[in-house]
Nanobody
């Protein structure tokens, strides 16, 4: 069984920073794509940032220059450094991973979500 556990959410003032982390645990061969999504109340879930195993990254236009995604493959962990936070960044942030199981098949997994609230 593969699990994703997120840490690092919380309440912060506008202009502040938070560092989110997501660790993958369980039985698997390797982890491919790692993404962060977010969902604000009344809105659809949206991709915030993604990183491939070799380190290629992609960001939503709304967070470019403010958020940084990184990964530590040895620790099965992905990070999202969020700087210069705005009130519109308030949302539940979800970690997503594509994991190759013990049969070599790719499978998708989601974390439980962590709340980020930015106050004005």
């Amino acid at each position: 069984q593969v699990q994703l556990v997120e840490l690092g959410g919380g309440l912060v003032q506008a202009g502040g920073s938070l560092r989110l982390s997501c660790v993958v645990s369980g039985s698997f061969v390797s982890i491919a794509t790692r993404n962060w999504y977010r969902q604000a109340p009344g809105k659809q879930r949206e991709l915030v940032a993604g990183i491939t195993r070799d380190g290629s990254t992609v960001y939503a236009d709304s967070v470019k220059g403010r958020f940084t995604i990184s990964r530590d493959n040895a620790k099965n962990t992905v990070y999202l450094q969020t700087d210069s936070l705005k009130t519109e960044d308030t949302a539940v942030y979800y970690c997503y991973a594509v994991v190759f199981d013990l049969d070599g098949r790719p499978r998708s997994f989601w974390g439980q979500g962590t709340q980020v609230t930015v106050s004005s």
